[in-house]
């Protein structure tokens, strides 16, 4: 029977062999302490809640939130389906679509195609789900139907806490309501196997977000690490919770008052871990600048941002991102 994991290792060969040829010696992973991120519910008091959300993406660039509005049930249902779409052979996820969802040609990913060495490789695998495109698919799969529900209840999340942010800097959510709709958005479901080799690769190596917010429901397998003060640390999965963290084009807009934090995945070598990212984004022709006057960056489209951060990727083998934009 087929498997459905990617063949990392036929594939990334010539990594491993320079790897064993040189006798590179990785540094086993620093124990990162397991922590809880801020939790904010979101059913509590509006000011209170609010000074909080500010305070939490100031401090940490993560948080999360519970009475978030998105049903547990329909969160769980989304994670059955991944499991379900994942397990499926490795070739058919290779197909330029899907015979049970309307996914985009391209929208498989897996590996890091870029890297040139192991720990630029990523033990994973996604499927990128452009909401354009679920919103106009007549597609009436579990999976299909599932997947707007979940988009549809996380956008108005975003939403609400896009305005959040804005009015804790004094200023109106217009911006974001007019240039960050739902079909300028997309879903990245996520699939690390388990891992033989850990913690020789990771299950998605360090960076940062490029975008505003991203949302994020994961399962219990644990794995996600941030930096903190320096220091990386094991984020405590919580069932209730969704987990927010702050992009780059939010700590531009923000001039470097929220902040957009490096964070990884710990490959697991027994079990394999899923999650559900939403990434909210504007449309590319949307301009960046920050919302102060003195700004740390020059004005930049996101259309821009995202092609120099493919460059880099390609010519470096990692993303550099704001620093390229810094006046």
């Known amino acids: 029977m087929e498997s459905s994991d990617p063949p990392f290792q036929e594939f990334y060969h010539n990594l491993f062999d320079s790897h064993a040829r040189n006798k590179i010696d990785f540094k086993i992973l620093d124990v990162a302490e397991e922590r809880e991120l801020p939790l904010i519910d979101l059913g509590l008091e509006e000011e209170k809640c609010k000074m909080e959300i500010a305070k939490a993406s100031q401090e940490w660039g993560f948080f999360q939130v519970i009475n978030h509005g998105v049903s547990l049930d329909v969160l769980e249902k989304m994670r059955c389906e991944q499991v379900k779409l994942f397990h499926r052979p490795f070739h058919e996820k290779t197909k330029q679509g899907n015979q049970n969802f309307n996914f985009p040609a391209g929208s498989y990913q897996w590996g890091t195609p870029s890297a040139t060495c192991l720990r630029q490789l990523s033990w994973s695998e996604a499927f990128h789900v452009p909401l354009a495109g679920i919103s106009t698919t007549g597609d009436s799969s579990t999976l299909s139907i ?9 956008s108005n999340l975003a939403q609400k806490l896009a305005a959040i942010l804005a009015e804790q800097l004094g200023y109106k959510p217009d911006f974001f309501e007019r ?29 940062t977000d490029s975008d505003f917010l991203t949302i994020l429901h994961q399962d219990q397998i644990g794995g996600l690490q941030l930096l903190k003060d320096g220091r990386w640390i094991s984020v405590k999965p919580n069932p209730e919770a969704l987990i927010i963290n702050i992009g780059d084009l939010f700590q531009a807009w923000s ?14 070598k027994n079990m394999e871990r899923f999650s559900t990212a939403y990434f909210f984004c504007p449309s590319y022709e949307t301009m960046i600048q920050s919302c102060f006057e003195n700004s740390v960056y020059r004005e930049f489209s996101f259309g821009e941002f995202r092609e120099q951060v493919q460059e880099d990727v390609k010519t470096h083998g990692y993303k550099i991102g704001l620093p390229r934009f810094i006046i």
């Open 146 to 154: 599932t997947t707007k529900q979940v988009a549809t209840k996380i």
């Open 255 to 268: 001039n470097n008052i929220y902040k957009s934090v490096e964070h990884r995945v710990v490959a697991n």
């Open 179 to 207: 240039d960050c709709s739902a079909t300028n958005c997309y879903l990245r479901l996520n699939r690390y196997p388990a891992c033989p080799i850990s913690p020789e690769v990771f299950g998605l190596m360090p960076h």
